[in-house]
């Protein structure tokens, strides 16, 4: 079945190719279990691997907004507003480099996005 220029996929096709997939990565998994190969991370991948578990597996905290706000504007030169949200490996980051002028940058991206946020009943936001 050809595609055409611009035709989407369907969601069956995709689960099609989907299980196609699984079926052969089960396929590779029972051969290298066959043939005693070990499926050991390279270096780079622990690492890529610990920086996204850093980056992106963070629980989100629950925060005042305007103390975030405030805290951002008056102390986020030296990380005060992330020592505030618990990032404590960013807020020793800006606090390292308060004299660079990174944090301030940093800072203003905090600030853009801290201030659209729409507060819930209690002025709480998740950062």
Known sequence: MA?????????????LKMREFLALENELQKTKEEYGIED????????????YDIIYAREKRRVVRKKYIWLALLTGWFGGHRFYTHQYKTAVLYLLLFWSGFPIAMTIVDLMIALPMKPDEEGMILM
């Open 3 to 15: 595609k055409r220029k611009g035709q989407r996929e369907t969601q069956e096709e995709r689960a």
């Open 40 to 51: 050991k991370p390279t270096k780079l991948q622990l690492v890529v691997n610990k920086v």
